[in-house]
């Protein structure tokens, strides 16, 4: 069955350059999430939609991050200006109904390097 | 801020050894645990969770993890591991009192079995 998927799988960026990350979750999933993962550690939560709505965006590091969910199923994350230290792997996961009990389901995430 | 913390960042083990992965975390309140597992080249993927009820859960492939309130823990366990069970495990935390879904996850551990 379709999971969540993410393109593209690999982003090559150059510092200064803007960059847009595509999830696509499980079909009728009602919350996204967006984390970052660094090289070995754990992922970080970044920010989270129920819906079309942006419930927290707390995680997001600086203005230069930026996601969007407009119609309640595809999002986009969106990094601007790229710094070196934005290098990550940038995983999307949704979940069916909401509730902190349900679980996420990972896509296979977005490798972000930064030259 | 919750936090969790995986002690053991490496794990070597032969075939058929028993497994004992740890996992506390820092928040007073109530709490959803999960671990989740990501093999070599695949997507994070659930292993088992727990909400509420008995606090020894039981998950896919042979794995349990007991959640012991008084000690903030839950750890991951497995009488007798397999080749197959190579893979990065990753404890996670959701703080039900905030309302939030978001996942705090640890750093992870890489486990490695040796046939």
Same mark, same amino acid.
């Given at each position: 069955?379709?999971?969540?998927?993410?393109?593209?799988?690999?982003?090559?960026?150059?510092?200064?350059?803007?960059?847009?990350?595509?999830?696509?979750?499980?079909?009728?999933?009602?919350?996204?999430?967006?984390?970052?993962?660094?090289?070995?550690?754990?992922?970080?939560?970044?920010?989270? &939609?129920?819906?079309?709505?942006?419930?927290?965006?707390?995680?997001?590091?600086?203005?230069? &991050? &930026?996601?969007?969910?407009?119609?309640? $199923?595809?999002? @986009?994350?969106?990094?601007?200006? @790229?710094?070196?230290?934005? $290098?990550?792997?940038?995983?999307?996961?949704?979940? $069916?109904?909401?509730? *902190?009990?349900?679980?996420?389901?990972?896509?296979? *995430? @977005?490798?972000?390097?930064?030259? | 801020?919750?936090?969790? !913390?995986?002690? =053991?960042?490496? +794990?070597?083990?032969?075939?058929?050894?028993?497994?004992?992965?740890?996992? =506390?975390? !820092?928040?007073?309140? %109530? +709490? /959803?645990?999960?671990?989740?597992?990501?093999?070599?080249?695949?997507?994070?993927?659930?292993?088992?969770?727990?909400?509420?009820?008995?606090?020894?859960?039981?998950?896919?492939?042979?794995?349990?993890?007991?959640?012991?309130?008084?000690?903030?823990?839950? =750890?991951?366990?497995?009488? !007798? +591991?397999?080749?197959?069970? %190579?893979?990065?495990?990753?404890?996670?935390? /959701?703080?039900?009192?905030?309302?939030?879904?978001?996942?705090?996850?640890? %750093?992870? %551990?890489?486990?490695?079995?040796?046939?």
């Amino acid at each position: 069955g379709a999971g969540v998927s993410q393109s593209p799988r690999y982003k090559v960026a150059k510092r200064g350059q803007d960059v847009a990350l595509r999830c696509d979750p499980i079909s009728g999933h009602v919350s996204l999430f967006w984390y970052q993962q660094a090289l070995g550690q754990g992922p970080e939560f970044l920010t989270y &939609f129920q819906n079309e709505a942006q419930l927290d965006k707390s995680g997001l590091p600086s203005d230069r &991050f &930026f996601a969007e969910r407009p119609e309640g $199923s595809v999002s @986009t994350l969106k990094i601007q200006r @790229t710094q070196q230290e934005d $290098s990550a792997v940038y995983l999307c996961a949704s979940s $069916s109904s909401g509730g *902190g009990a349900d679980t996420q389901y990972f896509g296979p *995430g @977005t490798r972000l390097t930064v030259l | 801020a919750q936090s969790v !913390s995986q002690h =053991n960042h490496h +794990v070597i083990l032969s075939e058929a050894a028993s497994l004992e992965l740890g996992c =506390n975390y !820092s928040y007073g309140g %109530t +709490v /959803n645990l999960f671990w989740y597992v990501q093999y070599p080249g695949q997507h994070l993927q659930l292993l088992l969770k727990y909400f509420s009820g008995d606090p020894l859960v039981k998950g896919i492939k042979g794995f349990e993890a007991e959640f012991i309130k008084s000690k903030f823990s839950f =750890n991951l366990r497995k009488p !007798s +591991v397999q080749w197959s069970d %190579t893979a990065e495990y990753f404890c996670a935390v /959701n703080a039900y009192d905030f309302g939030n879904e978001k996942l705090t996850f640890g %750093t992870g %551990t890489r486990l490695t079995i040796i046939p």
